[in-house]
């Protein structure tokens, strides 16, 4: 259990180094909620586990949840939260930044409405095809846009 709270404790110091604005540790030291507060309106927020093998599971929860897996090292979860909230920065200069949150939020419902309709209705298959089809449509969409517009600088 030393271990466990030990590395915790490390990915601590060198997330308030990043600027972590507040961290809050749950669960006797395996469990912890790291705030970085960019701006007035925007606050990116991280949920990480530390397991008893000391690998990493971590997830951003705001400013929309998704789900970033799991890291072999404490060095690994402070690189990606390093790039992570270099990407956050850079993208808040866009005149599309708020729509973009906007999108992302929509996406969560989406999940969360595709997922109550296929446990609690049974659904027809052609239905089924029908949102697959829709949701493979718009994947494609996003990755032709992706492969068409400039990169953000990173600064």
Known sequence: MFTTTFSGELINVALRQLGATRIVETRNGIMYKVE?????????????????????YIQRIAPYPISHGDFASADEVIEFVRRDITKFRNAMQSHNFPKFIETAHAMVRFTHAVELMFLERNIPE?????????????????????GRTPKIDKK
């Open 126 to 146: 052609e239905d089924m095809d029908a949102v697959r089809q829709s949701i493979e449509n718009s994947l494609d969409q996003v990755r032709e846009i992706y």
């Open 36 to 56: 970085f507060k960019l701006s007035d309106d925007l606050t990116v927020t991280y949920v990480f586990d530390v397991t008893k093998h000391d690998k990493y």
